[in-house]
Every structure is written in structure tokens, then in C-alpha cells.
């Protein structure tokens, strides 16, 4: 054979025959051992009839450098059969361990479809399951309560704000100490009786040791405030009757109809049919302003000419409550006659009728009250209650006074409960009397 024409001599031309045929007999020699591992293989899985699920290579036996080089030889040659052969026969899944060859990643990504892996073991299911470490917990907002814009004229500068001066920056009291309250006690708007009261019961009640501590009598005053408001009543329920009939009474200017125009448009959000009867016929205003909440909340109004009778305009309306089954009817009334006297009869008047209007009424009578008028408004409770069986007092304006502390005074020398008040203008700011809330926006907090 004549080599001069080729372009490497003859030398390496037998080199790179013997090379080549290196190659393809360790390829057939590959290809025999794959296809004689897989008929072992296939008669082992037609013999149990499962494949056995490879372990984990954590879990397999310790293996020395032979058994890794002959596994190691196993894979290459049954991947390069795999490229060779054109229908390879189907095999069980392999749990995979290390990392494949290159060209094994483009092949998988090739194929249209991937066989489902093999159920792992339940042991392996239950360590491959991660439980969450719990997230740590929103800190708590500290509560706010809804009434303290409302009263947060009498908290900076009503008799509150004076006993805070008091307490505030020191670690300990000295022995007068007491005797400064009393003047702060004495000349705020609960009433002289509540605050020798409650002086009396701060000697006799806290030790030598609490008396010097700020926080111990600053706790004190705020608990026994609490308790105070805390008067054993019914829970007020204007589904108890039907029709329920409400007398509201006090003096002109306290915001008694005002005060029924908002409840009215309460318990019209709740879905009950209200009826507004104008017992007050000596004022014109009064009814007018009745009539026009009556349009606003939807209500129905009953009212009679200037100068009529109330009693008579009051059983009309109530007459008229029971008879189209109202849920609700609220009985407004005069607040000035020409004689405390005359105030007095009629409205003792008016509660007579209706009890002939209706059984048991009135189920409630509550004494309006505005709060602006400070220590005059326990006088005036006081001369409303001797003549009437007062239910229940409603306390407004709290928001335009500094004179809050009055409702404290009412609650201990008049016995009767607080059922709601007024901290501002719209129909939300009339608001069911809670003492807690109330006597947590009236004390702010001691700082030190």
C-alpha cells in the first residue's frame, strides 16, 4: 500500500486503527454487558413482581474503591447503550445519587415524556417532612377607648388633669400628701359629699406604705371610680314590650330632644319602627326639631297645636304605637313651666297617662342632663328624682366641658345608672354608658 499520499505516516496511521478498534470493541463489550445485566434485572422483577425501591446512597452499605470503580463503569455503559440502542427496553426508576453527565441532563430534556418516580420509602416520607417554625406573635395593641376624645377636655383640665399634677414625678408621698388631694376633691364638680367620701375611704382603706406610693393611691381613686358607676341594673331591652315606651324629661337646653332624635336613628339602624310623640307643646321649636329627626330617621311623629295638652298629645302617639305594632315609642316633654311646681305636676301628669295608654308604661324614664353645667346638674337631679321614678340618666356634652367628673357625683348621691352619653355631634357619638371604658378615658395614665 503506498502511504506517501496520506497525510500522516504509516506509523500513526496504525496507531489511530488501533485506537478506533479499541473503542468499538469496548462498545460491544458494553453493549453485551448492559443487555445481560437487564435480562437479569427483568427476570428478578417478573420473579417478585415489584421493582425493590433503591435506597438512599446514606443508607447504603459502605463500598470500597472496586465495588465504586465497577458501578461507576456500570453507568457510563448503560448510558452509552442508551444513545446506541433505538427502542431500549422499559426499566424501573433509579433513585439518582452524584451528579450526572451533562449530556444525561440534555437527553432527559429531550424526552416528551417522563416515567413517575417510584414511591419513596415511609421512612424517608416522614424525614423530608418540614414543620414551620411559628412565626412570633403580633404585639397586643393596647386598647383605646372610643370615649376619650370625647372627655379629653376634662382629662387635661378638669379635676383629672389636677390630681395628675399631683402624682406626677414622684417616687413617694409624704404624709400631707392627702390633705392635697382634698382641696383638688373639694373644689372639683362632683360634689363635696362624694369627695369627703372618697378622702375618707383613701385614710381607711390604704396602709401607712400605700399612702406613700403614688401608684397605689392613683390605682385607688381609679377603682373606686369604677365601682361607683358600676349601679346594679337591667340590662336595658327595647324588645321586652311592644310597643316599649320611653319618657325622657329634664331641662330645656340639656339636649333632650336632640338626645331622642339620635336614639331614635339608632333603633331605626336596628330595624325597629320608632314613633316620636312632642309631648313638649309650650315650646314650637321643640316639635319642629322633633319632626324634622322624625324625617331624617324615618320615624313617625305625633303632635298636636301649640299650648295642647301634653298628656293628651303623649297618649295619642302611645295609643297609636300599640295599636300599628311599633317596636318603639319615645315621649318628648316640656323642661320649663312657670313654677318649679307646675314642671312637677305635669309631668307626673303625663307618666299617669301613660299607664292608661299602655301596660306598664312608661318601661323606662330617663333624666337628660348636659354635663357643662357641672355641680348644678346633681341639684337638678335631685329635684327631678323627688318628684319622678327616674330609670336612668343620660349625660351630654361631654365633649365641650371639663366638668366630666359631675357624672360621679350623680352615680353615688342619686343611686341611679348612667344609660348614655353624648361626646359630640353626630348620631354615633351618642354612646351606651360602659363604666369601665368611661372611667379608662377618664383617668390617664400616671406617668412618672
Do not use: C
Not at 433505538?86 to 440534555?106: D, L
Not at 421512612?123 to 412570633?136: N, Q
Not at 330609670?391 to 345608672?417: E, F, N
Amino acid at each position: 500500500m503506498d502511504f506517501s499520499s496520506l497525510p500522516i505516516g504509516p506509523t500513526e496511521l496504525y496507531e489511530l486503527i488501533a485506537v478506533v478498534g479499541g473503542v468499538g470493541a469496548t462498545g460491544f463489550l458494553g453493549v453485551l454487558f448492559v443487555r445481560r445485566a437487564r435480562a437479569a434485572r427483568q427476570r428478578q422483577i417478573d420473579a417478585v413482581g415489584e421493582a425493590p425501591a433503591a435506597l438512599p446512597r446514606r443508607h447504603a452499605a459502605p463500598k470500597g474503591k472496586a465495588a465504586e470503580a465497577e458501578e461507576e463503569t456500570e453507568e457510563e455503559a448503560e448510558q452509552e447503550a442508551t444513545k446506541t440502542e433505538e427502542a431500549p427496553p422499559p426499566r424501573p426508576a433509579r433513585v439518582a445519587s452524584g451528579h450526572a453527565p451533562a449530556h444525561a441532563h440534555q437527553e432527559r430534556a429531550e424526552e416528551p415524556e417522563v416515567a413517575a418516580p417510584a414511591a419513596e420509602p415511609e421512612a424517608e416520607r416522614r424525614s423530608a417532612h418540614v414543620i414551620p417554625f411559628p412565626a412570633p406573635a403580633a404585639p397586643k395593641e393596647k386598647k383605646v377607648s372610643a370615649l376619650a376624645p370625647g372627655l379629653a377636655r376634662t382629662r387635661s383640665s378638669g379635676f383629672i388633669a389636677r390630681l395628675g399634677e399631683l402624682f406626677t414625678g414622684r417616687k413617694e408621698l409624704n404624709p400631707s400628701f392627702v390633705d392635697e388631694i382634698e382641696k383638688v376633691l373639694l373644689t372639683a364638680d362632683i360634689g363635696v359629699k362624694t369627695s369627703q367620701k372618697l378622702l375618707e375611704e383613701i385614710r381607711s382603706s390604704l396602709t401607712r406604705r400605700e399612702l406613700k406610693d403614688p401608684e397605689a393611691v392613683w390605682d385607688f381613686l381609679r377603682r373606686r371610680s369604677a365601682e361607683m358607676l358600676s349601679l346594679p341594673a337591667p340590662e336595658l331591652d327595647f324588645s321586652s314590650a311592644k310597643p316599649f315606651v320611653l319618657l325622657v324629661i329634664g331641662v330645656n337646653g340639656s339636649g333632650k330632644t336632640t338626645t331622642i332624635g339620635k336614639l331614635a336613628a339608632k333603633l331605626a339602624g336596628e330595624g325597629k319602627r320608632v314613633l316620636l310623640a312632642a309631648g313638649d307643646t309650650f315650646r314650637a321649636a321643640a316639635a319642629e326639631q322633633l319632626e324634622v329627626w322624625a324625617g331624617r330617621t324615618g320615624a313617625t311623629i305625633v303632635r298636636g297645636k301649640e299650648g295642647a295638652d301634653p298628656s293628651s298629645v303623649i297618649f295619642d302617639g302611645v295609643k297609636r304605637a300599640a295599636t300599628e305594632s311599633f317596636d318603639v315609642a319615645i315621649a318628648d316633654t316640656a323642661g320649663r313651666l312657670h313654677t318649679k311646681v307646675d314642671l312637677m305636676q305635669e309631668l307626673q301628669k303625663v307618666r299617669r297617662t301613660l299607664a292608661k295608654a299602655a301596660p306598664g308604661a312608661p318601661h323606662e324614664t330617663w333624666l337628660v342632663i348636659d354635663a357643662t353645667s357641672g355641680q348644678n346638674a346633681i341639684a337638678q337631679a335631685q329635684i327631678f328624682t323627688e318628684a319622678m321614678a327616674v330609670s336612668g340618666i343620660v349625660l351630654t356634652k361631654l365633649d365641650g366641658t371639663a366638668k366630666g367628673g359631675v357624672i360621679l357625683g350623680i352615680a353615688d348621691q342619686l343611686r341611679i345608672p348612667v344609660r348614655y352619653v353624648g361626646v359630640g355631634e353626630t348620631v354615633d357619638d351618642l354612646r351606651r354608658f360602659d363604666p369601665e371604658e368611661f372611667v379608662e378615658a377618664l383617668f390617664a395614665p400616671l406617668e412618672s
